[in-house]
């Protein structure tokens, strides 16, 4: 459940790294209705990460 959400946010251009794992957890929440909770650590610093820009690229 998990990747398949991690997969289709990093494919959505525009997202910031952190906008990715932000969408996913709220995903994985609701389509688990709950039962799943995902939770990430993270020590990134710097600015934004992102896969896709929003052209794209």
């Known amino acids: 459940l998990y990747a398949r959400h991690l ?4 494919r959505t251009p525009g997202l910031s ?3 990715v794992f932000k969408r ?6 609701q389509e ?3 039962a799943q909770v995902p ?13 896709l820009t929003a052209g794209g690229k």
Do not use: K, M, P
Request: hydrophobic content about 40%; aromatic content about 18%.
């Open 24 to 29: 996913v957890r709220e995903a994985v929440e």
């Open 32 to 34: 688990s209705r709950g």
């Open 39 to 51: 939770v990430e650590f993270s020590t990134l610093t710097g600015g934004d990460f992102y896969f």
């Open 7 to 10: 997969v289709r946010f990093i």
């Open 17 to 19: 790294l952190e906008q």
